[in-house]
């Protein structure tokens, strides 16, 4: 006996989900695709399983925007578990080293500074940074070992929020690429003991923050879904806008570049979006007082 292919419906926008505990990244968007039944949908910014909070899922033409909110600033909630060091450096790994000094409230405080800024960072070697085409957390969970090159992240900030001796709650405010579990490792050998993250809530990505955020459970028992959605402009609104006329709309929309009129019009941009009543027609760029559209969107 067969079942009915489910219908695939051209639904566009984002769902800024706040993914649950113990739930992969690609599990979620494929639970969201099935439940809008969505064409197509990707997320912005994998979070690790053990870890909850903000999650923007694209659907449709706002797939072609996940970069922009990709690059965003993100706002990390964590607790470190003093005196053990783990292969996979939270929770879900088996302790690898073990040390009896518990860090003081002080030398916490006094040792963060060290990690702000442009700082040097080792990923973990339970991540999802390629090694010879390979996921590394792939050839680490078969016994392979996975040597991982230092590379530059920016934390903008970071606090402790509360230290209660065996665990401290710290808040960080970093740029892509940033690891959490790779700040705590360091900080604590950095204050001469080991740790683990064994807490990490993720609460704002580019944009989008708690506040927008749609629970799994609220999502399932909505009548209507889409109206939970944000448009696709919503995955923007920290770029450029570009407003365009209607006769530039054509052009754009066929791919050409357009001349930019007005005395307040940008001369050159890297990024920027353009937009029709506030609706997102493309992703370019300004050069030479011309926008140049590099993603149509529909």
């Known amino acids: 006996m067969t079942t009915e292919k489910r219908h695939k419906r051209d639904v566009s926008g984002w769902l800024v989900l706040d993914k649950p505990y113990d739930m992969t990244s690609t599990q979620a ?14 997320h912005a910014g994998t979070l690790d399983p053990l870890a909850t909070g903000i999650l923007p899922i694209a659907l449709g033409e706002a797939t072609k925007t996940v970069p922009a909110v990709q690059d965003g600033t993100k706002v990390y909630r964590f607790a470190i578990k003093w005196g053990e ?17 518990r860090p003081s409230e002080t030398d916490i405080v006094a040792a963060l500074p060290g990690f702000t800024g442009e700082i040097m960072q080792t990923p973990p070697a339970f991540s999802a940074i390629k090694v010879d085409g390979e996921r590394a957390y792939d050839l680490a ?17 970071l606090k402790l929020v509360e230290h209660l001796g065996e665990i401290s709650r710290l808040e960080m405010t970093c740029e892509k690429g940033t690891y959490v579990r790779a700040l705590a490792r360091d900080l604590a050998r950095q204050l001469g003991t080991r740790g683990h993250v064994v807490e990490l809530r993720r609460a704002a990505v580019g944009p989008f923050s708690e506040a927008r955020a749609v629970t799994l459970e609220a999502l399932e028992a909505a009548t209507d879904r889409d109206a939970l959605l944000l448009p696709v402009s919503a995955g923007l609104s920290l770029l450029p806008e570009i407003r365009l006329t209607p006769d530039q709309v054509s052009a754009v929309r066929h791919g050409n570049p357009v001349l930019l009129g007005g005395a307040s019009a ?13 609706v997102a027609v493309a992703l370019g760029r300004v050069e030479a007082g011309m926008f140049k559209p590099q993603r149509v969107i529909a």
Do not use: H, M, Q
Request: avoid cysteine; hydrophobic fraction near 45%.
């Open 85 to 101: 060091e783990t292969t996979t450096d939270d929770a879900e790994g088996e302790v690898s080293a073990r040390s009896a000094v």
């Open 29 to 42: 968007v494929g639970k969201l695709r099935w439940l809008f039944g969505a064409k197509k949908a990707g």
């Open 141 to 157: 969970r078969a016994g392979e070992t996975v040597e991982l090159k230092a590379r530059p992240v920016y934390v903008e900030a």
């Open 266 to 278: 940008p001369i050159a941009l890297d990024s920027a979006w353009a937009s029709s009543a506030g």
